[in-house]
């Protein structure tokens, strides 16, 4: 009923810049905090940022300074900007929110994610 749909990833040159949209859809539900992760191959699951729906966001500290979390609550969309891409950013990304849908608890919902590749 209720999913997360990333887009925005793709093969980049090291030094670019990328966008990441992660948007939330579904009928009857409330979200609460949003935020990205990414997954590089061999490695675990990281943090890269959250953000409230207030607009307060928080950084990993390894992903401050070229990392961008941004939202926009009418449209239940996050966003997350990348500045400066390097090779070591390769990764999917994925989105995660807390989600109530209508009528059931509080719970972590996951995009499918979308995958960034940096050459050199």
């Known amino acids: 009923q209720v999913q997360l749909v990333e887009s925005g990833g793709g093969l980049v040159q090291a030094g670019g810049s990328l966008r990441l949209s992660c948007i939330a859809s579904g009928n009857g539900f409330s979200i609460s905090v949003m935020g990205w992760y990414r997954q590089a191959p061999g490695k675990q699951r990281e943090l890269v940022a959250l953000i409230d729906g207030g607009g307060t966001s928080n950084y990993a500290d390894s992903m401050k300074g070229r990392f961008t979390i941004s939202r926009d609550n009418v449209k239940h969309t996050i966003y997350l900007h990348i500045n400066n891409l390097k090779p070591e950013d390769t990764a999917d990304y994925y989105c995660?929110?807390?989600?109530?849908?209508?009528?059931?608890?509080?719970?972590?919902?996951w995009g499918q994610g979308t995958q960034v590749t940096v050459s050199s």
């Open positions: 995660n929110a807390r989600i109530a849908p209508r009528g059931q608890n509080w719970s972590q919902f």
